[in-house]
Nanobody, 118 residues
Framework: QVQLVESGGGLVQAGGSLRLSCTAS????????MGWGRQAPGKQRELVAT???????NYEDSGKGRFTISRDNAKNTVYLQMNGLKPEDTAVYYC????????????WGQGTQVTVSS
């Protein structure tokens, strides 16, 4: 239904910044919300931020005040600007796109590694 490709991950020192990008392609249905989740080794995947097609944003407490989600609908791309990174932010970051047919479906990308050193 959709292909999602993330980019922008890498290794940064604590306090540094990264901007993640995720572009959707091969879209068969209209994308509603897009967002980001992350999964650290040995941990469950957790949501980080979401943004609706109208630009309404929501953040989980983990990134609130440090992370900013945005999207470019013309490019079918969602971004996650991460500032003030902490070692506990280390995880694989996945983007998702919500597509509604008869039921809502959430599609995830393959992820991009973010590593924050002390």
């Amino acid at each position: 239904q959709v292909q999602l490709v993330e980019s922008g991950g890498g290794l940064v020192q604590a306090g540094g910044s990264l901007r993640l990008s995720c572009t959707a392609s091969k879209i068969l249905f209209t994308i509603n919300a897009m967002g980001w989740g992350r999964q650290a080794p040995g941990k469950q995947r957790e949501l980080v931020a979401t943004i609706t097609s109208d630009g309404i944003t929501n953040y989980e407490d983990s990134g609130k005040g440090r992370f900013t989600i945005s999207r470019d609908n013309a490019k079918n791309t969602v971004y996650l600007q991460m500032n003030g990174l902490k070692p506990e932010d280390t995880a694989v970051y996945y983007c998702y796109a919500d597509i509604t047919m008869n039921i809502p479906l959430r599609h995830w990308g393959q992820g991009t590694q973010v590593t924050v050193s002390s």
